[in-house]
């Protein structure tokens, strides 16, 4: 369309592409809902993600990455878990995880399917949600906290 110089704007972003655009601020969510589990006091948050070759997983993984380094936290290398976004691939990426030593206490999701996956997971290994593991799903942004369900503010 641009070649042919037909006027249009895009719903979502593109990172490669120069145009006009209307989309959320997928890094700002990702941020503040990350932040939003630091202040509740999480530490050891994971990030299950299904790829980064959209723009928008892009914007989501940096916003949790600026999050967790203005806490002085260093857990990208190992809490940023790239998988499918199906219940065997994500119950298998978790497996790894904890046989590989690394401990979690929170779970941020790129979508409500990935998300109801992580809790089936966590329930079949006897994890309390709430209680042992907080969960935040990005495209609702609904996050579940030690005690109840909240909206992280400003978003």
Request: contains cysteine.
């Amino acid at each position: 369309m641009q070649d042919k110089q037909i006027p249009f704007v895009m719903i979502g972003s593109s990172l490669s592409h120069s145009v006009f655009s209307i989309h959320n601020d997928n890094m700002r969510d990702s941020y503040m809902a990350t932040k939003y589990m630091l202040d509740n006091g999480y530490r050891r948050i994971l990030l299950l993600t299904p790829n980064v070759k959209q723009d928008v997983m892009y914007d989501r993984i940096h916003g949790y990455q600026r999050a967790i380094d203005e806490m002085g936290l260093d857990l990208s290398s190992t809490h940023i878990v790239y998988c499918g976004d199906g219940e065997a691939e994500i119950s298998a990426a978790l497996d790894k995880i904890t046989s590989d030593g690394i401990a979690f206490d929170s779970i941020i999701t790129m979508d409500s399917i990935m998300s109801l996956s992580a809790l089936k997971y966590c329930q079949s290994k006897g994890m309390k949600v709430p209680g042992e593991v907080g969960f935040s799903v990005l495209t609702t942004l609904r996050i579940w906290t030690k005690s109840r369900w909240q909206s992280a503010a400003c978003i």
